[in-house]
């Protein structure tokens, strides 16, 4: 048998067996490391390019959605509230130097018209209500306003023989009256914007606060900080008329 | 019909079946190469690249994912302190403007209006005026103080320490919540002050 075997290599079928063994095995080994060395780090840069891009895109994704939960509104619709904008300043401001400097006071020389009729008038002087209109608020303050103010004194040829002390007197009376309008205005002025504020405000629950993202409540925190600063400056402003108004009285 | 081959022939067949599957089976699954790739062409290389960056890249987004719900979440629990709503409701009370303008009326129908000069009726309106201003300032700081003594009683009920053991976003709500009911307070502040402020301004000679 061995020696059957041995003759096989020598014949014609042994060296085409041999050879085609050769071959297959050749050929395994091939393409084996084709695979494993040429093509690995092509594939690797690949992997790592998708990979990269992936995550990048992932973490965009997450980050937009962050964004656009930071960019959402407050619960607070700043739109219906509107106290912020109620100011009397500038049409007080105008009584006193356009009214009072000419008829009210016992320097002014009108014909004191205005405060007879107002003083006249039958109907009752009221503390309008915050519900109404704004300029029709300020109408209904301003006829208490020229009742404030007084009549007319004729000015300084009824004072020629008054004494310095009797025109201190005097003259401290008349920027009495005129603190008196400003205090009395910006006071009704307090009362108009503490009701609206209560009005606009009181609607809104605040469990819708509880309801929202915490973002939300961050910038309606913001807003209601905006707000209770303009009522305390409200409420200095009212305190400080009054207080200037006090200092005067009695002299 | 008794196959006979030579044994040659049998060697032959022997060898041929041994290469085969040596190629095709054990000689590729021992080169490590899984999945075996007989042509490693652009198209294969691409397909195993999309399969393993697909491995690498779904843990790390479930991981996102799941980082984002829970802030999410985190950012949506409610504050707690839940009495803001019925504090809110104290105030929603209206004042009865209507029965501000009765009062003064009531008060000026007093007024005689007959044979008096200008400035007396002027001093007189502006009396019935105070008297009405007194009477709404009573009435409003009554309301005030019991709607305070109401709150006051509703907050007592609420620990502060309660915010050390919540959430910073939970504490956040409970802030824009406070403020909330600080300008509530805050305004009926403003409204008295300013009804005080108008009834001192009717006051003293003129």
Redesign the interface.
Known sequence: MKD?LRM?PG?K?GKV?CG??IF??L???A??T???V??FP??MS??QK??TQ??TD??KA?WN??VK?KLEPGTINTKAVSFVKYNISSFTDKMISQYMKNNAGAFARGD?KL??E???S?T????P???SDFKEFQKKIRE?SI??A??PGGGTDRMKHFTTAEYAAVKL?DV??QA??V??E??????Y???R???E???????Y???????Q??K??AK??Y??AM??S??LA??S??EM??AL??R | MKLNLP??SR??IV??I???L??FGL??NS???VPP??V?TDAT??Q???Q??AS??TP??AY??KR?NIL?K???V??VLQQ??AM?EI??V??E??S??KR??K??RRIN?KNQG??D??AA??R??RS??GL?TYSAGEKAFAKASRVEKALEKFSSTAFDFCS???A??D???L??????V??????L??????M???E?E?
């Open positions: 059957r096989i014949t079928m067996i085609v063994v297959f095995l050929a395994t080994s393409y084996a084709a695979v494993q040429i093509n092509a594939l690949m992997v998708m990979v992936a995550i992932k973490i997450v959605e962050e939960i004191g405060f007879a107002t003083a006249k039958k009752a002087p009221i503390i209500s915050a519900n208490v009742l404030l007084g009549a009376r009495f009256n008196s309008v205090a009395y910006k006071a009704s002025e307090g009362v914007v503490a009701e504020f209560r009005k405000l009181s609607s809104f629950d605040p469990a606060i509880d309801g929202a993202k915490s973002d409540a961050v309606d925190l209601l900080a707000y209770n009522l305390q409200e409420m009212v305190m008329q009054g108004r006090r009285e009695g | 044994v040659v060697l032959i060898v041929i041994a290469s085969v040596l190629t000689a590729r080169s490590a190469i790739c007989p490693a290389i691409a195993m690249a999309q393993w960056a690498f890249k790390y987004c996102l994912d984002r999410l985190q950012k949506l409610a504050g803001t709503s809110s105030f929603r209206t004042e403007s209507t501000i303008v003064i009326e008060v000026a209006l200008v400035a009726m002027a309106k502006l019935a005026l009405g201003a709404t910073r976003h939970q956040q709500k802030a824009a919540k403020a909330y009911l600080r300008g509530l805050q305004a009926q502040e403003l409204r002050l300013s009804l005080l402020k108008m001192e301004a009717l003293g003129r």
